[in-house]
């Protein structure tokens, strides 16, 4: 107990970092001009409207019933880790650990990160909840928001999502095949046009002795090299090959492959990997340059890249994943085989829209419920459940109070029906509906409005039976 105590006091007195506060521009703005200015959206960081919410519904109820139909089970995942299991993995030189982490204390004196990617996660969940036991391979997916401190650009965001698919347990070629046709299909299912590019780099051991040639044929060019890339010859030369720099093209060119150190045993992994693809006929480019941003791959890596002739989104991949070998026993697990992949929804959202795909509309309500007066508004409220239990969406405007601007919104909802509920009409145990179009209206049984609504839906002929009174309402 008293060592627990001590542990607990322990982490509380940990070093605070103090956070550089940097000014909102809000801020000054205010300053010059004296009025509140409007709030600030960090930057990298987005909303997703209302009018947007389709096309990401489209997008996840897509991916859903493929992950069911491919068998993989949904794993849900915290936002916030503790920062070595990224540290660790991903790897020291990486874009993402070097600068893009969200890293912070939290109040127990605890290093924590807002999770960069989920690999990673997965692979702690796979050993934290002894999954080893289960049949194998582990197929999980996840879904969710990831955080890193990138630039800003078009396609690129602090806070993005992601959908990743990851196959723990088999080092089978097929894995990695059916995860590549199990992408392929998501973007087919969707409309949208991609292209698959894959690679292998091999194991670790055989990527040494290709890092040594590349780093050799690299030197002597060292001064045409942009200081990013000097960097990453000196630190991290395998990135040298995705480099997006100006004149590297030519260099790239001449540079030894990767392909050509494979041993043979990674040969003919990636071998395999390509025969199942053409057996199932999904069409694959060769792209020797692709080595992916993260250190934890082993033999096949690929991506998936919209085909475009727009440069920008070209270099921006829809998904990207590969084999990741070493990653379970490199966080302490037993040695355990894994491969996977992850898209980013934001691109495709956006790519959706860019080839002009749209999701199906959502069914507007054909009904809108009016009220009058409080007494109204109390059965109304029942009513509406009765409503939302038979299965019909109906509008409202609870908030208002006359009659004429509730009319007015139904008008411009563009409804079939609005039923109207007054005083009179809560005394009587009746309700009225009225045709928007021809602008007639019957009282009916309040008791009896659901069927009746649905009756009026499902054949507009049907004649309904109104109750003697003439509404005062109806007179309106
Ligand atoms: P990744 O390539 O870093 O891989 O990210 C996968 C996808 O997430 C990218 O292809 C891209 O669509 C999207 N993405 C990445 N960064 C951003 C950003 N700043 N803004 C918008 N979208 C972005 C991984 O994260 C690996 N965990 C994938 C994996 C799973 N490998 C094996 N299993």
Not at 180 to 186: D, H, N, R
Not at 312 to 328: F, K, T
């Given at each position: 107990m008293y060592m627990k105590q001590k542990k607990e006091q322990a982490e509380v007195v940990a070093p605070k970092v103090e956070p550089k506060v940097e000014k909102a521009e809000?801020?000054?703005?205010?300053k010059k001009t004296g009025a509140k200015a409007p709030p600030?959206?960090?930057r990298g960081f987005r909303d997703i409207l209302?009018?947007?919410q389709g096309k990401w519904n489209l997008v996840r109820d897509r991916i859903r019933a493929i992950a069911e139909a491919y068998t993989f089970d949904r794993i849900d995942l915290p936002i916030l880790e503790r920062s070595d299991i990224f540290l660790r993995t991903l790897g020291k030189q990486t874009d993402v650990i070097e600068k893009e982490m969200y890293v912070f204390v939290d109040p127990s004196g605890k290093s924590v990160a807002l999770r960069p990617e989920a690999t990673a996660s997965v692979a702690r969940a796979y050993i934290n909840h002894g999954m080893l036991d289960r049949p194998h391979p582990v197929k999980?997916?996840?879904?969710?928001?990831?955080?890193?401190?990138?630039?800003?650009?078009?396609g690129r965001y602090r806070q993005f999502n992601q959908v990743g698919f990851e196959s723990i347990g088999a080092s089978e070629p097929i894995v990695d095949a059916q995860l590549?046709?199990?992408?392929?299909?998501?973007f087919r299912d969707l409309g949208l046009d991609i292209q698959v590019q894959v690679n292998s780099i091999g194991t670790p051991a055989c990527r040494q002795a290709y890092l040594a040639e590349l780093v050799s044929y690299f030197r002597p060019h060292r001064n045409k090299l942009s200081e990013d890339d000097k960097?990453?010859?000196q630190k991290n030369p395998l990135r040298l090959l995705d480099s997006k720099e100006e004149g590297m093209k030519e260099l790239l060119a001449d540079a030894p492959q990767i392909l050509d150190w494979l041993d043979d045993a990674s040969k003919e992994h990636f071998t395999r990997v390509l025969e199942f693809l053409e057996e199932i006929q999904i069409p694959y480019v060769l792209?020797?340059?692709l080595v992916r941003g993260l250190d934890y791959y082993t033999h096949t890596v690929f991506e998936f890249v919209e085909k475009t002739t727009d440069p920008?989104?070209?270099?921006?991949?829809?998904?990207?994943?590969?084999?990741?070998?070493?990653?379970?026993e490199l966080m302490g697990g037993r040695p355990t085989p894994a491969c996977g992949f992850a898209l980013g929804m934001e691109r495709i959202v956006k790519a959706l829209g860019d080839q002009g795909i749209n999701p199906p509309q959502r069914p507007q309500p054909n009904v809108f419920f009016a009220q009058l007066g409080d007494a109204a508004r109390r059965v109304g409220l029942k009513l509406y459940e009765d409503f939302r239990q038979a299965g019909i969406p109906v509008a409202e405007a609870f908030g208002k109070n006359a009659l004429k601007a509730q009319l007015e919104i139904a008008n411009k909802l563009g409804v079939k029906l609005t039923i109207i509920l007054g005083q009179k009409e809560v005394l009587d145990g009746t309700i009225i509906i009225r045709d928007m179009e021809s602008g007639a209206q019957e009282i009916v049984d309040v008791n009896k409005i659901v069927g009746v609504v649905k009756r009026k839906l499902s054949s507009e002929e049907e004649v309904v039976k109104p109750i003697v009174r003439q509404s005062p309402v109806a007179r309106d």
């Open positions: 809000t801020d000054d703005k205010e600030e959206l960090l209302p009018e947007e999980l997916w996840y879904e969710g928001p990831m955080f890193r401190h990138d630039r800003p650009q078009a590549i046709v199990l992408g392929t299909q998501i960097r990453r010859l792209n020797p340059y920008d989104r070209a270099q921006n991949a829809l998904g990207g994943g590969g084999r990741y070998d070493g990653l379970i």
